[in-house]
């Protein structure tokens, strides 16, 4: 099942004038390494691969709310089935680029993700979700973003996947790369997060986190148990509901 | 971690260990293909309809899955049905020493620890949640527990994403799945002449991560052990390691930002056999973006 895929990562410095002071991680790129070629090699059809100046946050934004985004036009994540981010976050906020385009921050209040073509958004970065309520934190932070627009009202993405607090970067640079063959290979897509982001060594732990939307509170959870690359043709699915997993 | 205490704790980290060949000689197919039926798969006898691409072989079957990850002959066999899979009601309490004594009893009985040591070392939970849009959550519920066991060689644990096996277990208690990221361990290609000294690893660690210590990062932690990669990375030795786990920011980390944690490894043996991690900047062709808005 071929799907079309985009790859954004930020291993660099933040870019003069902004409002972000993250560290630059230069080994972030070789976990978005992994991704794009994985996703090569699975044959799967690249939209962009995009680093630090080029990957921007207007990208992310969604234009009804945000006058600058632009998440609908070719370069925007809702462009592309699956969205692989790896870089910096800033805990139930925002997604942190390397780039100045409208400023750093992808605020996640502004997106409304799925209302095209994304399918699949894996945001590989601290604090997409944060504890220690982490039910309070996905009702608060993604609820808006799943939302829907005019023209798809209460219609969103498949299945987010992000981490609960920090996203530990360092040797472990796979998971981007097992992540992207384990779903080629038909694996569901939260659970295929779950397994290649859960660290299995060392004083810090990994708590990857996937969050999926249904009609109602069981079709979400079936959605995050079994929802595969092969049911993205759907479209955009229903988000009355949300149902999430997480490993901690 | 100032650096006179971690200089003080530089030398009890060091141990008498080698540099071994990782055995790819192996044919693993055969011994899974067992393996998979004590973990319940009824694969009738005769040839199995292996199923694969250049990373893995798969053996589907009932449900199940069975992988053997070429990169590192890794076991991965899950009930596709049960596995990370939420019921809807179930809420699993079990305690670490329940969870590790199942996962050591049931390791054991697969075969999964062969002859090599293997040790308790983690228990994750997987909880789940769920809500009707502008209702408040559902409480969690365990619905898996993960038992990581982690690998020992002349005394030093594994660090990296192998070295380990993991059993899930799902709300019944019965096993849902099992991972075995153990490469075998083959001659020794040579003894450790000597371990490298904290001064030379700090600044292999700056020139890496292109930052300087206290300024920009601070050591929380320094360990040793044998490093073992994950399931879908070559690896032809196993040597040990130094595992730094870093504090990045420093003073110039701006107070809006949270504060991100690395863990940096290095080669810990003077006659090690590098490089352990890939390049900082791995050449990756971008795209031009569409439109210049």
């Known amino acids: 099942?071929?799907?079309?895929?985009?790859?954004?990562?930020?291993?660099?410095?933040?870019?003069?004038?902004?409002?972000?002071?993250?560290?630059?991680?230069?080994?972030?790129?070789?976990?978005?390494?992994?991704?794009?070629?994985?996703?090569?090699?699975?044959?799967?059809?690249?939209?962009?691969?995009?680093?630090?100046?080029?990957?921007?946050?207007?990208?992310?934004?969604?234009?009804?709310?945000?006058?600058?985004?632009?998440?609908?036009?070719?370069?925007?994540?809702?462009?592309?089935?699956?969205?692989?981010?790896?870089?910096?976050?800033?805990?139930?906020?925002?997604?942190?680029?390397?780039?100045?385009?409208?400023?750093?921050?992808?605020?996640?209040?502004?997106m409304r993700l799925g209302v095209r073509e994304l399918r699949w958004l894996v945001l590989d970065l601290c604090g997409g979700v944060a504890g220690p309520d982490v039910s309070a934190s996905v009702n608060m932070v993604w609820s808006d973003p799943t939302n829907g627009d005019s023209a798809r009202p209460l219609e969103a993405l498949h299945v987010l996947c992000t981490f609960v607090d920090e996203s530990f970067a360092?040797?472990?640079?796979?998971?981007?790369?097992?992540?992207?063959?384990?779903?080629?290979?038909?694996?569901?897509?939260?659970?295929?997060?779950?397994?290649?982001?859960?660290?299995?060594?060392?004083?810090?732990?990994?708590?990857p986190i996937a969050i999926a939307c249904g009609s109602d509170e069981a079709e979400a959870r079936f959605r995050l148990d079994n929802g595969r690359l092969a049911d993205g043709a759907a479209g955009p699915v229903p988000s009355r509901s949300m149902a999430w997993k997480w490993r901690s | 971690m100032d650096y006179n205490t971690l200089r003080q704790r530089w030398d009890a980290l060091m141990a008498p260990?080698?540099?071994?060949?990782?055995?790819?000689t192996l044919e693993p197919l055969d011994d899974a293909v067992e393996l998979a039926r004590r973990a319940g798969m009824a694969i009738p006898a005769g040839e199995p309809p292996w199923t694969g691409d250049e990373v893995s072989m798969r053996l589907e079957h009932d449900a199940h899955t069975l992988t053997v990850y070429r990169p590192s002959r890794a076991v991965q066999c899950v009930d596709n049905g049960r596995w990370q899979v939420d019921d809807g009601t179930s809420d699993m309490r079990i305690s670490d020493p329940e969870?590790?004594?199942?996962?050591?009893?049931?390791?054991?009985?697969?075969?999964?620890?062969?002859?090599?040591?293997?040790?308790?070392?983690?228990?994750?939970?997987?909880?789940?949640?769920?809500?009707?849009?502008?209702?408040?959550?559902?409480?969690?519920?365990?619905?898996?527990?993960?038992?990581?066991?982690?690998?020992?060689?002349?005394?030093?644990?594994?660090?990296?994403?192998?070295?380990?096996?993991?059993?899930?277990?799902?709300?019944?208690?019965?096993?849902?799945?099992?991972?075995?990221?153990?490469?075998?361990?083959?001659?020794?290609?040579?003894?450790v002449s000597g371990w490298r000294s904290l001064d030379d690893v700090l600044t292999e660690t700056e020139d890496h991560l292109r930052m300087r210590r206290d300024s920009d990062f601070t050591v929380a932690q320094a360990r040793s052990g044998y490093l073992e990669l994950g399931r879908l990375q070559e690896q032809a030795v196993i040597q040990p390691v130094y595992v730094l786990a870093l504090r990045l920011g420093g003073r110039n980390r701006g107070r809006e930002e949270p504060e991100r944690r690395i863990e940096h490894v290095v080669p810990a043996a003077l006659n090690n056999i590098g490089p352990l991690v890939p390049g900082a900047e791995p050449d990756i062709p971008q795209t031009p973006r569409y439109s210049a808005a």
């Open chain 2, 17 to 24: 260990a080698n540099i071994y060949d990782v055995d790819h």
């Open chain 1, 1 to 110: 099942m071929s799907v079309t895929y985009g790859v954004h990562w930020n291993s660099a410095a933040p870019a003069p004038e902004t409002s972000c002071s993250f560290v630059s991680i230069p080994v972030i790129a070789s976990v978005a390494s992994g991704v794009v070629s994985a996703m090569q090699s699975m044959g799967h059809t690249k939209r962009f691969v995009r680093a630090n100046e080029n990957a921007w946050a207007s990208d992310y934004e969604h234009p009804e709310v945000a006058s600058t985004g632009q998440s609908l036009t070719e370069d925007g994540i809702d462009s592309v089935a699956l969205m692989y981010y790896a870089g910096h976050g800033l805990p139930e906020v925002s997604a942190s680029l390397a780039s100045n385009h409208f400023g750093c921050r992808a605020f996640y209040s502004n």
């Open chain 2, 99 to 191: 969870a590790f004594d199942a996962a050591v009893r049931e390791a054991s009985r697969l075969g999964l620890l062969e002859q090599d040591d293997f040790t308790p070392f983690r228990v994750t939970r997987l909880r789940a949640s769920s809500c009707i849009r502008g209702h408040s959550p559902r409480e969690p519920r365990v619905v898996d527990v993960g038992v990581v066991l982690k690998r020992q060689l002349d005394g030093l644990g594994f660090e990296g994403q192998g070295g380990n096996v993991v059993m899930y277990f799902g709300p019944d208690g019965s096993l849902t799945g099992f991972e075995r990221v153990a490469r075998r361990v083959g001659k020794v290609r040579a003894a």
């Open chain 1, 170 to 207: 360092g040797f472990d640079t796979g998971r981007g790369g097992e992540f992207a063959t384990f779903v080629s290979h038909g694996a569901p897509v939260g659970s295929a997060w779950l397994d290649a982001a859960f660290a299995r060594s060392g004083a810090q732990t990994n708590m």
